[in-house]
């Protein structure tokens, strides 16, 4: 019987919960400097964006899970797996590209023939090719690209993982991603070009890869573990004691030289850092038992199956509203009122969003 791993969706939340504070801090940074707590609140909300990493090791383990223990399902065919995977993105995030390009219109926030040209790059998933409109119309749009290219590449992936063995091939996928990025960013202090692919790739893969094929890498290490057995695991969450003890050492050296030296480092090795960091802090979590019992209450079962959607809609409920706090009360109070008004109403919106995908699934099955 397969152990559900109820701490995956804690993690999935609280990852959710730092790009919605960085997010709310990249509209109104004035409130993260100027606050009763001084400018290190404005450092701690500035650090959310690292919650999208954490989101990509997340895609890798959910994915690799079912195939990874002895005599689990073997991989899907490129075509079944493309239409799976493709069909349950897809939805909702049509459905969140047509509204807030409605709104956008509406607003007259674009030229009619920019608008156009970003929903169309968005569409097709290929906006992380444009650095002319990385951000455009909704700037978090741009991680769906990488998910794309990630479910594009996935089948071939899994396959190198099984038939070189996990330790081989993660150390091959680190090597290409992070090896890549070392020469592009040596080359691009002489080269204009190669300044521009260093920067358009930081959005794409394979300089995104290693954050991928570990969270690949521990699903499949884990059920391999746990097929073997011989070693005390924890009965809620699953995790064998050394394995705690190596992301808690993680987390000791790694997150304090992140916070002291992210700065001072040249890319990629402040992102190795902090990818490290993530590794630390995220596995900690994971192996943490209360946050296994967390993941199994409805509440945040729920807000982990709504996180998708609240990615979706909840960053220009952010830009908007700051829109029209701005200039109105002090920066921390506005942003306290922004925090207040947009994650409820996010919250919904996403759900409502999922149960309107959810019935136009069910009514297309029906008449099918």
């Not at 650095?131 to 396959?159: T, V």
């Not at 990025?181 to 080359?187: E, M, N, V």
């Not at 992301?247 to 001072?264: H, Q, R």
Request: hydrophobic residues 55%; aromatic residues 14%.
């Amino acid at each position: 019987m397969q152990r559900r791993v109820t701490q995956i969706e804690s993690v999935r939340v609280l990852a959710m919960a730092g790009i919605f504070f960085y997010h709310l801090w990249t509209v109104l940074p004035e409130g993260g400097a100027r606050n009763p707590f001084g400018p290190l609140l404005g450092d701690i909300l500035s650090q959310g964006y690292l919650g999208v990493v954490v989101f990509n090791a997340i895609t890798g383990f959910v994915l690799t899970l079912p195939h990874a223990a002895p005599g689990g399902k073997p991989p899907l065919g490129f075509a079944d797996f493309f239409r799976r995977r493709f069909g349950r993105i897809v939805p909702q995030y049509y459905l969140s590209l047509a509204l807030w390009s409605l709104v956008a219109l509406l607003a007259a926030a674009m030229p009619l023939s920019a608008l156009l040209a970003c929903v169309a790059e968005k569409v097709f998933f290929v906006q992380t090719f444009d650095p002319a409109r990385f951000f455009c119309l909704e700037p978090a749009l741009w991680w769906m690209g990488l998910l794309a290219q990630f479910y594009l590449f996935f089948p071939l992936l899994l396959r190198f993982f099984q038939k070189c063995g996990t330790r081989r091939a993660l150390w091959a996928c680190l090597g290409l991603g992070w090896g890549l990025w070392l020469a592009l960013a040596l080359l691009a202090k002489v080269s204009t070009t190669a300044a521009l692919w260093d920067y358009m790739l930081y959005f794409n893969l394979p300089y995104r890869l290693p954050e991928f094929a570990l969270g690949m890498a521990f699903a499949l290490a884990w059920k391999a573990r746990d097929a073997a057995g011989g070693e005390d695991v924890d009965p809620v969450t699953g995790v064998p004691s050394s394995w705690r003890l190596a992301f808690a050492g993680l987390t000791y050296f790694c997150l304090p030289l992140a916070i002291l030296f992210k700065n001072a480092l040249p890319m990629p090795f402040a992102h190795i850092l902090l990818t490290a960091a993530c590794l630390g802090v995220g596995g900690s979590l994971f192996a943490w038992p209360r946050l296994a019992v967390w993941g199994a209450k409805p509440l945040v079962a729920a807000a982990a199956a709504a996180s998708y959607s609240f990615y979706l809609l909840h960053q220009p409920i952010l830009g908007y509203g700051a829109d029209l706090l701005r200039g109105l009360m002090h920066p921390f109070a506005a942003m306290v009122l922004l925090c207040c008004l947009s994650l409820p109403l996010s919250g919904l919106l996403s759900v409502w969003q999922d149960r309107l995908v959810a019935a136009l699934e069910a009514r297309a099955k029906a008449r099918g």
